[in-house]
Nanobody
Framework: QVQLVESGGGLVQAGGSLRLSCAAS????????MAWFRQAPGKEREFVAA????????YYADSVKGRFTISKPNAQNTVYLQMDSLKPEDTAVYYC??????????????????WGQGTQVTVSS
């Protein structure tokens, strides 16, 4: 079993920055994938960014590429999402997910078996 706890959400003005954290505990795998998804009211949960456990490969949604950075420092069980140049359309609940490699791509929510409780990000215009 894997437990994920997100933190770092809040209210920020457009153009500002936030850094989200996802602390993983319990059973972890060196081959795991970690990802951030987000869900706005009335919308489906969508992929934001992903990283493998070693931190060697990263993936981003086109809508956040160049503005968001996902990272996982070595020897830490924490994944970060640095969000810069935030826009009102980035407003959503952000969820951290964890999973092992499967037939689903890193951008598919079905690739992740464990989820955190979510953290709210609100960007005002």
């Amino acid at each position: 079993q894997v437990q994920l706890v997100e933190s770092g959400g809040g209210l920020v003005q457009a153009g500002g920055s936030l850094r989200l954290s996802c602390a993983a505990s319990g059973r972890t795998f060196s081959s795991a994938r970690m990802a951030w998804f987000r869900q706005a009211p009335g919308k489906e949960r969508e992929f934001v960014a992903a990283i493998n456990w070693s931190g060697g490969s990263t993936y981003y949604a086109d809508s956040v590429k160049g503005r968001f950075t996902i990272s996982k420092p070595n020897a830490q069980n924490t994944v970060y999402l640095q969000m810069d140049s935030l826009k009102p359309e980035d407003t959503a609940v952000y969820y951290c997910g964890a999973g092992v490699p499967s037939r689903f791509t890193v951008r598919d929510r079905r690739a992740y078996d464990y989820w955190g409780q979510g953290t709210q990000v609100t960007v005002s215009s």
